[in-house]
């Protein structure tokens, strides 16, 4: 079922091929769908730049149209109404909202405390600072293609409402009956995001990208989403503000021999039942437990609803590899920079340090990365496909800009104007040194 590689350099090789965004070949259902959707051979970057220019050119006309054939749903309007949001929730059942209520307080709570603030510091005549402000109007993107995901919308709205962002609008795809999954509008309702659009995929991006008569263009889309939506978000950067470009979600767990197999073949089994490109490797340097683990796998798959695209995820993606030691797993672990890192090992805490590149660090044998996607606290909106190497989990200063504020008084603006001007000399710009000069009475 999943395969048991032995040694570093060959889990190494297994676990870095194709470890970049785009390095996968897309398979042929997917191109075969692409030429009986637009009549020729596209590849689905092709495919995306001609929704984008549509939408862009025709507005709701394309998006409705886009909607109808790709998501088989023909609708009147994408625009979600505040009573269905409430009915949504009404209909939600309790233990349900519940749930989604302790899990924004907690997300929520988290939150706050990464908050930035501004700052500034006078030197006599002169000040020095930084001025935060929220950007004014974002767009969320909530997955839901094979099933609903309230949890992605609490994550990614909370922190842009700890930011104080003036305006969040969610994009999220309708059902075949042309409403929104009830969960996913309850959570809506519990943060208090009254702005819902019925729309999915590339099309959504472009929509909120670029704007159409119904649906306002926003600053910044955030969100993780599919393979169309990540390459929407890819050409409409520049644009619009991105988040990321998202793969398809990855866990990697490194255990030793004292953690427990069947809840290792569980955390694995977790991760894999997302889609069949979601990546579950386990790296451990006891053979015993990769074994057990193996078999656990094997025994727990069963009595999974989504047991088959389990199967093809592990088969496909998965990967236990067996090293030497805990050393070699956190230089494997820092090499693939995992958008979810699972330490369930003895004095976990002793390793936290030396990991590099994370997503998200789940550290010891309770902190189940499951867990961590629902109540935890920190948002699951995190970088996938290596790029934890140069980015961030979803976070509040991912919704608010940074202004350097300059003041100087007379006497320092004479101190510096002279080697101001001088560098601008060096520089070839003879404009900039007369500006500076003839506040400094040089020229």
């Known amino acids: 079922m999943i395969p048991i590689i032995l040694g570093k350099n060959a889990g190494r090789e297994k676990i870095l091929r194709n470890r970049a965004l785009g390095e996968r070949e897309y398979p042929a259902t997917l191109l075969d769908a692409l030429h009986k959707t637009f009549g020729e051979r596209l590849t689905p970057e092709q495919a995306v730049t001609r929704i984008l220019a549509d939408i862009r050119s025709r507005g709701d006309k394309a998006l409705l149209e886009w909607t109808r054939k790709l998501d088989g749903v023909e609708m009147a309007s994408v625009t979600v109404s505040q009573d269905e949001i409430e009915a949504a929730y009404a209909e939600t059942p309790a233990a349900v909202r519940e749930a989604l209520e302790l899990a924004a307080q907690r997300v929520r709570a988290f939150h706050e405390k990464q908050k930035p603030k501004s700052w500034l510091e006078w030197d006599g005549e002169s000040a020095l600072g930084q001025r935060i402000t929220p950007l004014a109007r974002v767009g969320v993107y909530v997955p839901g293609g094979t099933a609903p995901l309230p949890s992605s919308l609490l994550m990614a709205t909370i922190p842009a409402q700890v930011a104080r962002v003036r305006e969040i609008v969610v994009a999220t795809p309708p059902m075949k009956s042309g409403h929104i999954q009830p969960a996913t509008l309850a959570a809506a309702n519990i943060v208090g995001v009254s702005r819902v659009f019925a729309m999915?995929?590339?099309?959504?991006?472009?929509?909120?990208?670029?704007?159409?008569?119904t649906v306002a263009r926003v600053d910044k889309i955030v969100g993780p989403g599919g393979l169309f939506v990540t390459l929407a978000k890819r050409q409409v950067f520049g644009t619009v503000g991105i988040d990321g470009l998202y793969g398809p979600t990855e866990t990697l767990l490194i255990a030793d021999d004292s953690a427990n197999p069947a809840w290792v073949a569980a955390d694995l089994l977790a991760q894999a039942e997302h889609d069949e490109l979601a990546t579950s490797i386990l790296i451990t340097n006891s053979q015993l437990l990769a074994d057990a683990v193996a078999q656990n796998l094997q025994s727990q798959i069963s009595s999974l609803s989504r047991r088959e695209i389990v199967a093809k995820s592990?088969?496909?993606?998965?990967?236990?590899?067996?090293?030497?030691?805990?050393?070699?797993?956190?230089?494997?672990?820092?090499?693939?920079?995992?958008?979810?890192l699972c330490l369930l090992v003895r004095e976990p805490w002793q390793w936290v340090g030396k990991v590099e590149h994370?997503?998200?660090?789940?550290?010891?044998?309770w902190t189940n990365e499951?867990?961590?996607?629902?109540?935890?606290?920190?948002?699951?909106?995190?970088p996938t496909a290596g790029t934890a190497r140069f980015s961030s989990a979803l976070n509040v200063n991912d919704f608010v800009k940074i202004s350097s504020v300059f003041s100087v008084g007379e006497r320092e603006a004479k101190q510096l104007g002279e080697k101001g001007a001088t560098l601008a000399e060096a520089e070839g710009l003879t404009a900039h040194a007369n500006a500076i000069r003839k506040r400094i009475g040089g020229a």
Do not use: K, R
């Open 370 to 382: 499951a867990l961590g996607d629902y109540v935890i606290g920190p948002s699951h909106v995190m």
């Open 314 to 340: 592990l088969a496909g993606q998965g990967a236990i590899v067996v090293v030497e030691n805990l050393v070699d797993a956190i230089e494997l672990a820092n090499a693939y920079a995992p958008e979810h």
């Open 358 to 365: 994370a997503g998200g660090v789940f550290v010891g044998e």
């Open 200 to 213: 999915g995929g590339a099309q959504a991006i472009a929509a909120l990208a670029f704007g159409t008569e």
